[in-house]
């Protein structure tokens, strides 16, 4: 799913959904009845062959074997290895990785630390589902960015808890004094890595907390979760988006998950 945020003052984030070149509009399906059925083929999001089984949320396994953006380095930056001359893709690596990036609190099921690119604000925080969200911190590449969030994640979690958050149940934090209770707790694992990094290499921002709502009507009290691997069609009126779910009466589906199926839309 595409999503912008909202226009004007408390106005929910924006939904579309992609079918091809095109874009379905989601908002103003909600209080509706929604059906989407897999036709059973899958496509690599990035090559497009045909596969029987996605890897990584759309790609298919030579794909998955052999591009950057799949390495394990993606998930866990800390461990990359470009400067061991083994990177997948080293021009890859050098466009996506060597970039400034982001760390930052969130509040999507509770408080969290996470780390994104710093042209995917806010995309990054509307698909988690975020109610808030703070950027503390900016370094030079993501795997600085890496070292920072490990060292963060000695003091906070950076999960977020999907259950709670599709129940609307998440409550509103003091990011700032969330930021500088860390700050102060972390400040000797943020001065080793400035030593090693650089002072430069690693600043501190005085940013705006930042809040986001979705198109919701009703939240589920009951947390059900659609698969088409198991229920090629999934219906239902549909209740809520929130993060990349959907929300229907009949259960909730991840849309995230089934990057690269064939899906009809009614």
């Known amino acids: 799913m595409a999503i912008e945020p909202g226009t004007g003052v408390q106005a929910p984030a924006r939904y579309s959904l992609r079918l091809g070149e095109h874009y379905l509009p989601l908002n103003e399906r909600l209080g509706q009845p929604l059906s989407l059925?897999?036709?059973?083929a899958i496509a690599c999001t990035h090559c497009g062959r045909a596969t029987k089984k996605s890897f990584a949320q759309g790609y298919?396994?030579?794909c998955f074997k052999r591009l950057a953006q799949c390495d394990t380095c993606i998930m866990k930056?800390?461990?990359?290895?470009?400067y061991q001359g083994t990177c997948r893709e080293p021009e890859w690596g050098e466009k996506h990785c060597f970039q400034p990036h982001i760390v930052y609190l969130a509040n999507s099921s509770g408080l969290k630390v996470g780390i994104t690119?710093?042209?995917?604000?806010?995309t990054r925080w509307l698909d988690q589902g975020a109610i808030q969200a703070l950027p503390i911190l900016e370094v030079d590449t993501r795997q600085q960015s890496g070292f920072v969030e490990v060292l963060f994640k000695e003091a906070v979690s950076d999960r977020t808890n999907w259950r709670a958050m599709l129940k609307g149940e998440v409550v509103e934090m003091d990011l700032r004094a969330e930021r500088d209770r860390l700050f102060s707790e972390l400040s000797d694992g943020l001065r080793q890595l400035a030593d090693i990094h650089g002072d430069s290499a690693i600043r501190k921002l005085d940013a705006t907390p930042l809040q986001f709502d979705y198109p919701v009507e009703t939240f589920p009290r009951k947390i059900t979760s659609h698969n088409f691997d198991k229920q090629p069609q999934v219906e239902g009126v549909l209740q809520g988006i929130k993060g990349q779910y959907l929300m229907l009466d009949t259960g909730v589906i991840n849309l995230r998950k089934f990057t690269g199926y064939e899906v009809a839309v009614n």
């Open 60 to 62: 298919c396994y030579p």
């Open 37 to 40: 059925t897999w036709t059973g």
């Open 77 to 82: 930056p800390e461990t990359c290895h470009y």
């Open 117 to 122: 690119r710093k042209t995917q604000m806010p």
